[in-house]
T-cell receptor
């Protein structure tokens, strides 16, 4: 059962445009992480958000954790072809249980030059 | 410094066979986790080991087993392979075990298993 729903599943936009990817759940998470995965590679951690309402910026990427710690968003400003990849959100359960990270299905992002 | 290394990178097996996948964590990391990523899906948690003990297990059948060695490397074993076991198997290492709320995982490139 997927507890994290990501939307959209696929997104293809032109270089220079802005975009937002969403990660939603009915469950509360103690922290939420965003990863980017390229073909033939493992996911690479972009950011971890821990506090409800937290906003983190990584160059042109802005990550937000919902106030209730059930959802998150990733906003990319002025997208570039190098941003192309599979973006995954992953939550750690509240309470710190030993059940690993719960991943969403991911958003496949293609930035056309 | 070397990252998380996994072997083999690709392998093909037939139904009913057994497979062993290997993982070497980042030096100094004591926790290893295994994830299965089926095509088109996000990774799904299989096991976590910390200090050579199993600390977590996902919703996978008993055909899946793992262990962690004194040098913190790990093996994932899958018996009686099914077609549905075809996937990318990812190993991730971290400093801490699961109880750290902001545990940072570093993933390897994975082992691509195809079951025919």
């Amino acid at each position: 059962t997927q507890l994290l729903e990501q939307s959209p599943q696929f997104l293809s936009i032109q270089e220079g445009e802005n975009l937002t990817v969403y990660c939603n759940s009915s469950s509360v998470f103690s922290s939420l992480q965003w990863y980017r995965q390229e073909p033939g590679e493992g996911p690479v951690l972009l950011v971890t958000v821990v506090t409800g309402g937290e906003v983190k910026k990584l160059k042109r990427l802005t990550f937000q954790f919902g106030d209730a710690r059930k959802d998150s968003s990733l906003h990319i400003t002025a997208a570039q072809p190098g941003d192309t990849g599979l973006y995954l959100c992953a939550g750690a359960r509240a309470g710190g249980g030993a059940d690993g990270l719960t991943f969403g299905k991911g958003t496949h992002l293609i930035i056309q030059p | 410094d070397a990252g998380v290394t996994q072997s083999p990178t690709h392998l093909i097996k037939t139904r009913g066979q057994h497979v062993t996948l290997r993982c070497s964590p980042i030096s100094g990391h004591k926790s290893v986790s295994w994830y299965q990523q089926v095509l088109g899906q996000g990774p799904q948690f299989i096991f976590q080991y910390y200090e050579k003990e199993e600390r977590g297990r996902g919703n996978f059948p008993d055909r899946f087993s793992a262990r962690q060695f004194p040098n913190y490397s790990s093996e994932l074993n899958v018996n009686a392979l099914l077609l549905g076991d075809s996937a990318l198997y990812l190993c991730a290492s971290s400093l801490f075990g699961a109880r750290s709320g902001a545990n940072v995982l570093t993933f390897g490139a994975g082992s691509r298993l195809t079951v025919l």
